[in-house]
Structures are given as C-alpha cells and as structure tokens.
C-alpha cells in the first residue's frame, strides 16, 4: 500500500482530517497530545487504496527526553509517500508563522522530502478567502502547488486535497543512494 501521514503542530486539525477522510471517530481536543500514538487505517483516494496515519503534533521547545519519546513516532514520517502538513490557518500571523516554521524545522531534521509534501491550511472556514491567500504568502507558499485551504468540518476543498494527493502518489518516489557513514565521519564539520 502507499501510505500518508498527518503532520503539523499540535491542535491543528490533523485528527479531525483523519476522522473526516476514515469516517472513524477519535477523540480530538485543544489540549496538548490528544494523541499520543500513531493511528493508521485503510482510505480510498480516487479508487486507490491507501494507508493513512494520524501522527502526533508538533510543539515548540519540547523537552529532550519528550523528543526522544516521539522520535520513532516521528520517524515514520521519512518513510511515508505524502506528508499532509495540517497548518490552523485561523491562528493569529505570530503563532501561524512560529507553528509553521516548528513544523518545517521538524520536517527537515527528519530528512522529509519537499516534493512529498501537501501543505492543507484547515480551518479555512472559519476566515476569509482573501485572509487564506495572504496567510499563505506569509508561509511562502505561493509559488508551491502544494497547499490548499481545507475545512476538516465542512469538508471544503477535500476532494481537491485527494486529488493532489493522487498526483504526488502518481509521481515515482526517487530512490536515494544510501552510503555508509565512514567511521568518525560524523564528527567532520
């Protein structure tokens, strides 16, 4: 199967997407890990068959033996075919950009590919259509074809998110070349 995983920082949506995608009902909440475990559950995309997995949320300066603990949760990600990164587009700019950029940050230590990524901007329902484009030209997103505003809610624009979806998993995930790591070569700068 191919699979997807939900990202974004914590209170995002990711668990409300989930449950709108799988019909299910996981408990979803604002407070701090809601969920704390990886759940993953069989979709169909546009008559593809796929997993899909609700990770756990990203949070600013977690402490180090938390990130330890969410380490191999977070892994998965590297592994995935579509990254879906939840963003809460009716935060406030401030927390928007601090959040997004946790989130990227997180992403790119991981080693996350760029070109695997779908940036939905949910909550979309909840401000203007104008707000939504002015958001995503604050997180630079303009010159990707890789976001789109969602509502989980509502279901706004999900169909549109399963088509791109389709499209990244339609596109060959390139192979790269694994070299080992030479003895003391990670102490070089």
């Given at each position: 199967?191919?699979?997807?995983?939900l990202?974004?920082?914590t209170?995002?949506?990711?668990?409300?997407?989930f449950n709108y995608l799988?019909?299910?009902e996981?408990?979803?909440?604002?407070?701090?890990?809601?969920?704390?475990?990886t759940?993953?559950?069989?979709i169909t995309?546009?008559?593809?068959?796929?997993?899909i997995s609700?990770?756990?949320g990203f949070?600013?300066?977690?402490?180090?033996y938390m990130?330890?603990?969410f380490k191999?949760?977070?892994?998965e990600?590297?592994?995935?075919d579509v990254?879906?990164?939840?963003?809460?587009a009716?935060?406030p700019?401030?927390?928007?950009?601090?959040?997004f950029?946790s989130c990227?940050?997180?992403l790119?230590?991981?080693?996350?590919?760029r070109d695997r990524?779908?940036f939905?901007?949910?909550?979309?329902?909840?401000i203007?259509?104008?707000?939504?484009e002015?958001?995503a030209k604050?997180?630079?997103?303009?010159?990707t074809?890789?976001?789109i505003p969602?509502?989980s809610?509502?279901?706004?624009?999900?169909?549109?998110l399963?088509?791109?979806?389709e499209k990244i998993?339609?596109t060959?995930?390139?192979v790269?070349e694994k070299?080992?790591v030479?003895?003391g070569?990670?102490?070089e700068?």
């Amino acid at each position: 199967f191919k699979t997807i995983s939900l990202a974004g920082y914590t209170s995002a949506g990711k668990t409300t997407l989930f449950n709108y995608l799988t019909g299910e009902e996981h408990q979803e909440g604002k407070e701090l890990f809601t969920t704390l475990s990886t759940t993953t559950r069989k979709i169909t995309i546009n008559h593809q068959e796929v997993l899909i997995s609700d990770t756990v949320g990203f949070i600013s300066k977690l402490p180090a033996y938390m990130i330890e603990a969410f380490k191999s949760t977070l892994e998965e990600l590297t592994y995935t075919d579509v990254v879906i990164v939840v963003v809460d587009a009716s935060d406030p700019d401030f927390d928007l950009k601090k959040k997004f950029h946790s989130c990227i940050s997180t992403l790119n230590g991981l080693g996350v590919e760029r070109d695997r990524i779908i940036f939905a901007l949910n909550k979309s329902d909840l401000i203007a259509p104008d707000e939504i484009e002015q958001k995503a030209k604050q997180l630079k997103l303009e010159d990707t074809k890789k976001w789109i505003p969602i509502s989980s809610i509502t279901g706004q624009n999900i169909l549109k998110l399963k088509d791109l979806i389709e499209k990244i998993l339609e596109t060959p995930k390139p192979v790269a070349e694994k070299k080992p790591v030479e003895f003391g070569a990670i102490y070089e700068n």
